[in-house]
Every structure is written in C-alpha cells, then in structure tokens.
C-alpha cells in the first residue's frame, strides 16, 4: 500500500498535460482537448479491460503489466511532438495508467473481511492523496520546461513500484474462483452495480468541477491562481489530517450510508463556490468537498466490493471505476454548458445534481437487507 502511495507521487504527468500541450508544444486549445478527450475514452474502456485482467491473470501480474506499459508510454510521450502520436499516447496512457488502483482495489477485498474493507479502502485513498501531494509539488515545478523530466520521473516511479510488487512474498492474488471467473454478461446484468455505478458517474462529474469549473470561478472573481494552488493544498491537507479522524465513524458505517453522505457534502461544498468570493470562503468550500470525496470514494469501494462474487472483484470494481474516467470526459462538456447561463446553473445545479445523487444512494441502503450482497 505505501508503494502504491508512493508511485502516485509520480502521476505528475496527467494534471499537466493540457500546460504541456499548449504552453510547450503551441498546439490549439481544441486540440489540447481532443487529445484530453482521447485520454479519458481510454480511461473509461481500460477499467473494465484492467478488472477483467484481474481476475484473469490476477492482482499482482496486472499491476506490474499496466506499470510496465504506463512507463513506456510516459517514456515515448517525452519525444512526442506530432498530434497523430500524441493521440496515440493519451490513449494507451488512458487505457493502463489508473489499472493498478483496480487491481489493488480487488486485492484489497480479497484479503480482508467484509467489515474491513473500509479501512483498507481509506489507507488506499490516503496513501493515494499522500503520493498525490507529492505529485503536485513535483509536478509544478517541473511541467513550466522540464516536461521530458516530468515524463522520465513518471516512468520511473512506475518501474520502481513495479519492482517492489514482483518482490513481495506470494500471497494469494488470484480470487478463489478465479478458474471459473464471472463473465461481463452477469456483472451487468447485476442492477445495483450498475444503480451506484451511474450514482457514481454524476456524482464525480459535480466533483470534477474542482478541475474544470473552479479555476474559472477563482478567475472571475479577480483572484490569483495563486489561490487555486492554496485550495489544492487544503484538498490534500484535508485528506491527510481528517481521513485518519473520520476513519472509525466509517468503519462502523454501513458503506452505501457513508457514500451517501459523501455525495451529499460534495455537492453542497461545490455548490458553496458560488457564494465564495474570497481565497477563505474558496479554501472553506473545500474543506467539504474534500470530505465528501474521503467518504464517496471509501464507501462507494466497499460496498462494490462486497456485492462481487469472488470471481468477479475485479470486473466489479472495473465496471464502477469506468465511472472516474467518464466524469473526466462529461465534467467539461456539462461545465462549459453551464457556465454559458452563469455560474449560478453550475454551482446550483451540481449541488442539485450531488443531492439527487445522494438521496438514490441512501434509498438503496435503506432497501439493502443486512448482510445480503
């Protein structure tokens, strides 16, 4: 778990990447986002493809497969310079680079009982802020003209979290059905995946707005950008100092009620940027978008986790992750449409949307029976 926090300090490159395109190599804002666009239609096909490698070939192999391949993709991006290349790249870059985090997450519920999990999902989601941190201070610093460093680190990080997986012990990491893994029929056919995976889906679309709609927020509103970094720090800050806090009240909860709660102080932290004026009231506001990702994301987790067979954990969890890269596809379309009305549409409608969100989400968990799957 700490390495795989520690490889995240090196996903520096994918925040980046739009400066890198733009600044450094003078392409077009429309092309900038057309290879971003590529980028998450890869993320959102590799998650599915990443689970289903799971529980097929196992944890382990997969981890240290998509690594290997992220690396040499990183490694080509730094000599990319020709569009059809760089469309290329963003697609095997979209299609490997979070497979780790599906494969562990799977992992993760292999080892632990049910009533574990969701303190081995907060260490993951902690361990994944912690190396995140890191990549932001990294990142900054590099991606202004030491873009081909930036790409080599990534590599690198990647490589060397690789090695450290091929290292550990055997442990199990295949699921104890895998010779007869679940198929995709049957995962979609289940409809509470698929409920909390769509839940899922508008949910990080409202908290994606953190990338896409508040940088404009803190614009208009004649603030530095200064002020952006001031609110990422807090974001990661958060994090680190409450997730270990909170982490009890999630362990006792059950964990469709915490992601409810989650989706519900994201949207109402998103919907308090539009009465934020200032970096206090910015910084304040996300605060609780931040701890309604710790809780979304821990409990969200957990409880795909516990509706899978054993055979099919990774294709669970690879269905339900395929929501992170569609909020990244939809985030700026839906963003840009809104803020053409205003910002008020935006930051209202992502607290209606989020709030939607979370009264589905506490319905199913109202209907849930104890300890069915």
């Known amino acids: 778990m700490i390495g795989f926090g520690a490889s995240r300090i090196g996903a520096v490159l994918v925040p980046y990447l739009t400066l890198y395109l733009v600044t450094q190599l003078h392409l077009s804002v429309s092309t900038a986002g057309q ?12 998650q599915p493809l990443a689970g289903a490698a ?15 391949l992220t690396a040499a993709a990183y490694g080509l ?25 599906t494969a562990i997450t799977a992992w993760i519920a292999d080892l ?6 969701a303190r081995g999902y907060g260490l993951q989601y902690w361990m994944i802020n912690a190396g995140g941190a890191g990549s932001g201070i990294l990142g900054g610093y590099l991606a202004s003209s030491h873009m081909a460093w930036l790409c080599l680190v ?11 997986i091929l290292a550990l012990p055997t442990i199990r990491d295949h699921p104890a059905s895998a010779t007869d893994p679940v198929g995709y029929r049957s995962v979609f056919a289940d409809w509470r995946l698929l409920s909390v995976t769509g839940l899922s889906l508008v949910t990080l679309t409202v908290y994606q707005q953190m990338v896409y709609g508040l940088p404009l927020a803190i614009h208009a509103d004649g603030l530095s950008p200064a002020v952006y970094g001031a609110v990422n720090v ?36 998103m919907g308090a940027n539009g009465l934020a004026h ?20 821990v409990g969200a987790a957990a409880y795909v986790a516990s509706l899978a067979p054993d055979g099919a954990r990774g294709r669970y969890l690879g269905v339900w992750g395929a929501a992170f890269g569609g909020s990244a596809l939809a985030a700026p379309l839906i963003g840009a449409a809104a803020l053409n009305r205003g910002p008020g549409w935006l930051w209202a409608g992502s607290t209606l949307l989020a709030s939607v969100c979370a009264a589905a989400l506490a319905l199913q968990a109202a209907r849930r029976r104890p300890n069915s799957a």
Request: charged share 10%; with cysteine.
């Open 35 to 46: 290879v971003l666009s590529v980028f998450g239609a890869g993320w959102v096909l590799g």
């Open 54 to 68: 799971a529980d097929r070939i196992g944890r382990k192999s997969t981890i240290v497969v998509s690594l290997t």
């Open 77 to 101: 991006l730094a000599r990319a310079t020709t569009v059809p290349e760089l469309v290329a790249l963003a697609a095997a870059i979209g299609l490997v680079f979070d497979a780790p985090r």
């Open 112 to 117: 632990l009982p049910e009533q574990q999990r």
């Open 154 to 164: 990534d590599a690198l990080t990647c490589l060397a979290f690789a090695a450290a």
């Open 234 to 269: 807090a974001n990661a800050l958060t994090v680190l100092a409450l997730q270990p806090l909170l982490q009890p009240r999630m362990d006792r909860t059950p964990p469709l009620w915490t992601c409810a709660a989650g989706a519900l102080a994201i949207g109402l932290g």
């Open 278 to 297: 200032s970096a206090t009231a910015f910084i304040a506001a996300a605060i609780v978008w931040t701890l309604g990702e710790m809780a979304f994301c």
